[in-house]
């Protein structure tokens, strides 16, 4: 009997319905797609004509998993054009929301998601007999969250509390430092994803080099924010040079566009992010990344898991870190005012799926163009990729015991906004 065709008929969540189909020839690899079956949402193009201020509150209506990292480059791209310096206090504003969004993200995924598969259950309601307390601790860290995200957006999902120059209303210092603390006792619940990934055996079928892309910091430590995009080639752009960097093109399987670098796929996300900034990690996040990594993480997807397992553990160390700068701050400023009604910028952010490109043009007051390229869109070149060699590489070994689970545990790792619906799969045998 002989392997004919692998279909994954649905991988939702990933700007709507999609799947994979690897098809064999003669024995032998021929194709694979990650298929992407919905019509384009046209929000760039619903953009036009509106003031900034409607269109922040549109486009991060794109995603509400990532709604605060859609809203943070879009205020970005928004004030470089309308030459918008903002205080300090709202820079902090922003770090500590953007925290939120990567805790809740991270700990949904690496808790509920990911674990199922590594622990042989079918969801994460299956381990609750076995793991009850794996599971309540990843609840208690993505609800933290979504309720740091309510604190500082105002509502968990599309806040409008975040707005271009500043802020409506900011949080009281007591509500700040219950969050302060709260934060560091949760701390010892995200290690425990971490410790669960580091002593778990990642499969190796899929390796493949990789080219990683992120945000730089604008200040020598980690962080998810930066005007300057790092590539591992060892190059490094301005974020205004994105679409040099995303090259973005059609393919006739898929209505969601694709980037490639220099013509190669590339990765972006958490991964990536350790790849190119791992170092500067401190605290207990630093002591758990030089525990875990090694030269694998360059070529292996399934490592992504550990690395959003990590970087859960730094948000929650840097909650503290914000709140006592937050707290130290006097006022709370004023709402920055346009210094101009017309202009063009790029704004740049680390999403949970790693860096979200939003770009802006304006005139007389009002958008005349908007460009919006996402982490999933960046990343399904090198998606294909990785589920290519794996195919390959499980059929020239005979090893197409749950093929299907074991693609699909591929897929999981990038965790485009598909994970939480792969396990619809059809495989056809001859």
């Known amino acids: 009997m002989s392997l004919n065709r692998i279909k994954i008929e649905s991988l939702a969540r990933v700007e709507g319905r999609g799947g994979i189909t690897v098809n064999f020839k003669d024995g032998k690899l021929s194709k694979v797609t990650v298929d992407i079956y919905e019509g384009p949402r046209l929000l760039e193009t619903i953009a036009v004509g509106r003031i900034p201020s409607e269109v922040v509150s549109l486009t991060c209506r794109i995603c509400a998993i990532c709604t605060i990292s859609h809203r943070y480059a879009a205020l970005r791209a928004m004030e470089k054009a309308l030459e918008i310096e903002i205080p300090p206090k709202v820079h902090l504003m922003r770090e500590l929301m953007h925290c939120g969004e990567m805790i809740e993200s991270h700990a949904l995924h690496v808790f509920l998601l990911a674990l199922p598969d590594y622990l042989g259950y079918p969801s994460?309601?299956?381990?609750?007999?076995?793991?009850?307390?794996?599971?309540?601790?990843?609840?208690?860290v993505k609800k933290f969250g979504v309720r740091l995200m309510e604190l500082t957006s105002a509502r968990p999902i599309h806040g409008e509390n975040p707005v271009i120059g500043g802020f409506g209303k900011y949080p009281s210092k007591a509500e700040l430092l219950r969050f302060k603390y709260e934060a560091k006792s949760l701390i010892p619940d995200a290690e425990r994803g971490v410790e669960i990934l580091r002593n778990l055996r990642q499969p190796?079928?899929?390796?493949?080099g990789m080219i990683f892309m992120?945000?730089?910091?604008?200040?020598?430590?980690?962080g998810w924010v930066g005007d300057r995009i790092l590539v591992s080639t060892g190059e490094e752009f301005n974020a205004w040079d994105?679409?040099?960097?995303?090259?973005?093109?059609?393919?006739p399987h898929s209505m969601a566009k694709r980037s490639r670098f220099q013509n190669r796929p590339y990765f972006v996300g958490a991964l990536a992010r350790f790849n190119l900034l791992g170092e500067r990690l401190d605290g207990a996040a630093g002591e758990h990344f030089r525990r875990c990594y090694n030269l694998s993480w360059i070529r292996n997807p399934m490592y992504n898991n550990v690395a959003q397992a990590i970087e859960t553990?730094?948000?929650?160390?840097?909650?503290?870190?914000?709140?006592?700068?937050?707290v130290a701050c006097e006022e709370d400023p004023e709402i920055v005012a346009p210094s101009r009604n017309k202009g063009a910028g790029s704004g740049a952010v680390e999403a949970p799926r790693g860096t979200l490109y939003h770009h802006y043009e304006i005139a007389d007051g009002?958008?005349?163009?908007?460009?919006?390229?996402?982490?999933?869109a960046q990343f399904l070149d090198m998606m294909e990729e990785h589920i290519r060699v794996a195919a390959e590489n499980l059929v020239k070994e005979g090893d197409t015991e749950?093929?299907?689970?074991?693609?699909?545990?591929?897929?999981?790792?990038?965790?485009p906004c598909i994970s939480c619906a792969t396990h619809l799969v059809k495989v056809n045998w001859e």
Do not use: F
């Not at 190796?204 to 493949?208: I, K």
């Not at 994105?242 to 393919?251: A, M, W």
């Not at 693609?407 to 965790?415: G, K, N, P, Q, V």
């Open 124 to 140: 994460a309601i299956h381990m609750v007999p076995d793991h009850a307390e794996d599971v309540q601790a990843g609840l208690r």
């Open 204 to 208: 190796t079928y899929m390796e493949e």
């Open 214 to 222: 992120c945000t730089k910091p604008e200040h020598e430590g980690y």
């Open 242 to 251: 994105y679409r040099k960097l995303t090259n973005e093109r059609v393919v």
């Open 313 to 326: 553990v730094w948000a929650l160390e840097e909650v503290p870190r914000i709140v006592d700068k937050l």
């Open 366 to 376: 009002k958008v005349i163009h908007a460009d919006i390229i996402t982490p999933t």
């Open 402 to 415: 749950d093929v299907e689970l074991k693609l699909e545990m591929i897929a999981r790792a990038y965790d």
